[in-house]
Nanobody, 124 residues
Framework: QVQLVESGGGLVQAGGSLRLSCAAS????????MGWFRQAPGKEREFVAAIRWSSAYTWYADSVKGRFTISRDNAKNTVYLQMNSLKPEDTAVYYCAAIDEMARLYDSRAYRYWGQGTQVTVSS
């Protein structure tokens, strides 16, 4: 059974940092791309960042470029999202997801596996 389990969310002041983790299990993800999405109340789920598991090549949304860093640890089968210089508009539920095709990396509907989400709240 495939599982993606996020952790690391919480409440932080603007300008602060958080690191989210996504522990993956249940299958081999070496041919997959791992993505982070977020969804704020009343808004659609949006792409944040993605990483190719095999090469560690990364992609970012313009809104987080230079502030967020996605990485992965092969030994721990875990993907991370380091979030620095957080802003109130980063407040959302953050989801980890997995997809096996690069062409639809930015499309949440194309992702096959999802975690349960972790809440990130940034106070002003």
């Amino acid at each position: 059974q495939v599982q993606l389990v996020e952790s690391g969310g919480g409440l932080v002041q603007a300008g602060g940092s958080l690191r989210l983790s996504c522990a993956a299990s249940g299958r081999t993800f070496s041919n997959y791309f791992m993505g982070w999405f977020r969804q704020a109340p009343g808004k659609e789920r949006e792409f944040v960042a993605a990483i190719r598991w095999s090469s560690a090549y990364t992609w970012y949304a313009d809104s987080v470029k230079g502030r967020f860093t996605i990485s992965r640890d092969n030994a721990k089968n875990t993907v991370y999202l380091q979030m620095n210089s957080l802003k109130p508009e980063d407040t959302a539920v953050y989801y980890c997801a997995a997809i096996d095709e690069m062409a639809r990396l930015y499309d949440s509907r194309a992702y096959r596996y999802w975690g349960q989400g972790t809440q990130v709240t940034v106070s002003s």
